[in-house]
């Protein structure tokens, strides 16, 4: 029963998928570590019900609709009081185990008998965790704690680790702060992995990788996981290893091969275009070539390019917009549909596939600076500017396109096509992100910051929360999210802020003996009951030791506390760290010491000096000196600069930078925390002028009504601009200044919910006039239509699905077409496919992404541009719905009356066509849980040496959004 329980829990938390390009153990035939000890060989955690799916990928959506009876259970492992307990570390000389009780340190810990007097403490809200330690120059911790953990593992509420000669050591004057930066590089030590495992994936079998699987619960590696985990600090400490599990999720494709592109795991609709932060790929390998040198880095830094170059220049043709200059695809991370998108998305998600995101674009950004930085690196100057002047454009528009005047921030997103106005929501990671990379100047991210509300518990992830949803990514403190906005803060000098995401981090760890994924957002509780609704409790998955958590502890030591700054030839440290913290946590300190640290085969100790405890409370301390083996320096460092052994020694100073925090009160004012719930059942009628009618919300003070992503109006819920119908229960408000251009404009209106603070609720689905009877909207061709015959005409056939279509359509050298195309009005329409896809919404690689190609009689092209058909959903676990028909993206095309067209539609490609995923497994197009097995029909759908972007296609249709005659 539990592992049918888990296969059900897999299917709808489906992630990532892995590759088949095995990486291969050092030059010297043997798998070691950077610290040059054996690398972990425990390659297949023993525990074969350790719920191997991607915490983070693409199943998006856990509550709406799903038929597994048990989706509300929040641990897919919850008979397993020990869901790692079979999973030995040999590679680390700490306890790498959570052990329940169990003080006694590893024999080879070199801890010694002398007993460092005194325990430290964390308290906060009612938990309380506790350090003893025992040992001099290598420490022994044990730490305890009062708060609920997760699965209530371990029972003792007490963990010991252990220090190890060959990993880094902190010695900060607080025995917790170090206790805790040794549990982080306890747990990196346990995530190391000689192979890795998914359910999707090698049928069950291990897949060799000398890498970093992804946590306790997630056996796998995943790009996104991957690059933000090695980013943070992960690089600096095992730049092989961090190489290693980058280098897993690049590809070639099948077959020919070539064209080496970054792979985008499993995701919402079946993957790329909806979801296309791939790119973030480039943040971890750019922070990887940082810390190799030699042959490494020439072989990496190639690859890097290469994969790069091709997923940058694929991206530009197929999900950039030249109209706007942003590029197309989902929120980075934010990826579970409904948790942080409109809920009329989460069974359409080709509105996710057409939003604009500020974390995407800013990753894209980023990834075009360092393809320019690598093309120079490689002597490749007209790709370096080509790529420079791309990285400029996009800048610029992301300033401009995402920029909300009135509140001085940015936006998270703009919802898609036909609503295309910039949401007034926020994105911690994308905002930290913008701060980071340098596009928000100093001003702008001072605004940032302060504007940002957080909880006495931390920074969510997002703001406001959505509500009546459950707890993942909404109401939910991420803690390697938070290490983003520490480092943030530090840069934008906002010491109020940077206290606020440290002691979160602290506390984090603190009080569940381990690197957890997710928190509820203002309890720190791994596992919060909703006592009100709870249905909502959660957060829905979790996950001990996940690795972007591990990374992002390191991160907040190494890069904020530490000051770490790197180039990939220099090396330099410039604290930054706030007076009020050195006055209170790190009272009794009077230096930071971080020993143990290696760079490019150099050994490095750090110390800082700290100023004398004072009675301020806000500033920070900066970097006043620094002295490398006693002499004083005032630029970075480079290799040669470092003898074997090294030490540097920094002084700090008082600087005025200074901040302030919007902290809120949930339980005081839920207006402050939540958004309303959004209108519905939006439509528009005609008549002298054009009617917007809806349903309210309840939590309504104000309506902002949206027009072609305008915003024009704001008013208030009894404004006597509106009418109210009691029968329906709507309000109805008439655009008077549409009456002057309904005639030839098809306008799309959206409505919004504003509470009394002020926080607005998610867009309506678009509603559109399509002139009179919808006529507009009426233009299409069926298959009949087509060049080409139909292949499925009989009603009878089960495979009819109510319609004549090409059923199973797209090989590769497979064209529709459909000629003599003769419009009756000039002007601007909306090209789409009308497709059948009866795959799972929530998870998959086979979305169908054909390029639409129109040209007139003269053969000139007016339109070559991609559109894609995401999944549509199934029946139940084992059937897909097949008798659903949706709609394509969009793509915008003007066309004249007095011309003839021909549209084709031909192949692009989707992310099947990489050797990445030979490896995946499908049934009959659908995720297989066991009930479903043994009749058959389990086949590879994506996977394989075969390729799969199909679909069933009825219908090309135009949508008329302008009459330009």
């Given amino acids: 029963m539990k592992k049918l329980f888990l296969l059900m829990i897999t299917a709808l938390f489906l992630f990532g998928c892995g590759g088949s390009n095995n990486e291969s153990p050092d030059s010297d035939g043997t798998v070691t570590d950077e610290d040059g000890s054996a690398a972990d060989t425990d390659s297949t955690d023993t525990n074969p019900d350790s719920g191997d799916t991607n915490s983070d990928s693409g199943d998006t959506n856990p509550d709406s609709g799903d038929t597994d009876p048990d989706s509300g259970d929040t641990n897919p492992d919850s008979g397993d009081t020990n869901p790692d307990s079979g999973d030995t570390n040999p590679d680390s000389g700490a306890d790498t185990g959570m052990t329940d009780g169990d003080t006694t340190p590893d024999d080879d810990s070199d801890t010694g008998s002398q007993e460092v007097p005194g325990t430290s403490t964390v308290e906060w809200d009612g938990k309380k965790g506790e350090v003893s330690v025992s040992g001099d120059e290598l420490r022994t911790y044990t730490l305890t704690t009062n708060a609920d953990l997760r699965e209530n593992y371990p029972e003792s509420k007490q963990r010991t680790v252990s220090e190890s000669a060959g990993s880094p050591r902190l010695r900060s004057g607080n025995t917790m702060f170090d206790a805790l930066f040794a549990l982080a590089v306890t747990e990196l030590d346990q995530n190391k992995v000689t192979a890795i495992k998914d359910y999707s994936m090698n049928n069950e079998n291990p897949v060799d990788c000398d890498c970093f699987e ?42 020919a091969g070539g064209n080496m592109q970054i792979v985008q795991d499993t995701g919402s609709g079946g993957s790329w275009p909806v979801s296309t932060d791939r790119v973030v790929w480039a943040l971890g390998a750019m922070e990887t070539l940082k810390n190799l040198e030699g ?7 190639s690859d890097s390019y290469e994969a790069i170059k091709n997923t940058l220049e694929a991206d530009r043709l197929h999900i950039y917009d030249s109209e706007d200059g942003l590029y197309r695809g989902e929120q980075s991370f934010l990826d579970w549909r409904e948790q942080t ?21 800013v990753l894209h950004y980023i990834a075009l600076k360092t393809a320019s930085e690598l093309a120079g690196e490689k002597g490749k100057t007209s790709e370096a500017a080509n790529f420079a ?15 909300l005047s009135d509140s001085k921030t940015f936006s998270t997103m703009k919802t898609t096509f036909l609503d295309e106005s910039a949401v007034d929501k926020r994105d ?50 991420w803690p390697f999210v938070t290490s983003y906005a520490l480092r943030a803060a530090a840069k934008a000098g906002n010491d109020k802020f940077y206290e606020n995401a440290f002691m979160s981090l602290v506390r984090g760890a603190a009080f569940n003996l381990s690197n957890m994924e997710n928190f509820e957002f203002t309890t720190l509780s791994p596992d919060y ?34 000051g770490r700054e790197q180039t990939l030839g220099t090396l330099w440290f410039s604290p930054k760290f706030p007076v009020n913290l050195r006055n209170t946590f790190f009272a009794g300190s009077s230096e930071f010491v971080l020993k143990g640290l290696k760079f490019k085969g150099k050994t490095i100790e750090l110390k800082i000096k700290l100023p004398e405890k004072n009675s301020e409370t806000s500033g920070f301390y900066v970097l006043k000196s620094l002295k490398l083996n006693g002499v004083e320096k005032t630029a970075p460092l480079a290799v040669s600069d470092f003898a074997e052994n090294n030490t540097i020694e920094m002084e700090l100073k008082l600087s005025d930078e200074s901040g302030t925090v919007n902290l809120v009160d949930c339980s005081a004012n839920p207006n402050k925390c939540y958004a309303p719930r959004g209108v519905e059942n939006v439509s528009v009628t005609d008549g002298k002028k054009l009617t917007v009618s809806f349903t309210p919300s309840d939590d309504a003070e104000y309506y902002n009504i949206y027009r072609d992503g305008e915003k024009i109006k704001n008013l208030s819920k009894n404004s006597s601009e509106f009418s109210y119908d009691s029968d329906s229960n709507k309000l109805s408000w008439g655009d008077i200044s549409s009456s002057a251009g309904f005639s030839t404009k098809s306008y799309c209106y959206s409505v919004a919910a504003v509470n009394s603070e002020g926080w607005e609720s998610h867009h309506s689905d678009p509603a559109c006039y399509w002139g009179e009877n919808d006529k507009r909207a009426k233009w299409e061709f069926t298959a009949s239509s087509f060049d080409q015959t139909p292949n499925v005409t009989d009603s009878n056939s089960e495979l009819y699905h109510g319609r004549p279509h090409f059923g199973d359509w797209g090989r590769q050298d497979e064209v529709l077409s459909v000629s003599n195309i003769k419009p009756k009005d000039s002007g601007t329409y909306l090209v789409s496919l009308e497709y059948g896809s009866g795959r799972p919404i929530d998870t998959g690689i086979t979305s169908c992404n054909k390029i639409v190609k129109i040209t007139d009689e003269s053969n000139n092209v007016v339109l070559e541009k991609m559109v894609f058909m995401p999944h549509l959903g ?50 009959d197009g659908e995720y297989f849980p066991e009930e479903c097995r043994g009749d058959g029909k389990e086949t590879r759908v994506g996977g394989g040496t075969d390729v799969y972007n199909r679909a069933n296609i009825s219908t090309l249709k135009f949508l008329l959004k302008e009459i330009k005659n």
């Fill in 214 to 255: 992804t946590g306790e619960n997630w056996h796998y590696v995943w790009t996104r996981d991957t690059a933000y985990a090695v980013h943070s600090g992960i690089a600096f400490l095992k730049p092989q290893k961090s190489k290693n599990s980058l280098k897993f999720k690049i590809s070639e494709r099948k077959n």
């Fill in 295 to 301: 042959s490494d880095y020439n072989s990496f830094l």
């Fill in 341 to 361: 998108y409109p809920l009329w998305t989460a069974n359409n998600t080709k509105h996710i596939g057409m939003s604009k995101t500020l974390s995407t674009n």
């Fill in 389 to 403: 002047s791309q990285a400029d454009e996009l800048k610029n528009a992301i300033k401009s396109k995402f920029y």
């Fill in 428 to 477: 911690l990671l994308g905002l930290s992100l913008l701060i980071l990379s340098g596009i928000a100047n100093s001003t702008e991210a001072a605004s940032i910051l302060e504007e940002y509300p957080v909880t006495e518990a931390g920074p969510a992830v997002i703001f406001p929360q959505e509500p009546q949803r459950k707890i993942y990514h909404n109401r939910a403190i």
């Fill in 529 to 562: 009951h909703d006592t009100m609704f709870p249905e909502l409790s959660g957060p829905v998955v979790n996950s001990r030791r996940q690795l972007w958590s591990v990374g992002g502890f390191i991160s907040m030591v190494l890069d904020s506390v530490f």
């Fill in 874 to 923: 199934l029946l139940d676990n084992c059937h897909g719905d097949w008798n659903r028909w949706g709609e394509s993206s969009f793509v915008s095309v003007d066309l004249l009356s007095s011309k003839t067209y021909k549209v084709e539609i031909k192949d692009a490609f989707n992310m099947s066509y990489f050797k990445h995923f030979e490896p995946y497994f499908y049934l």
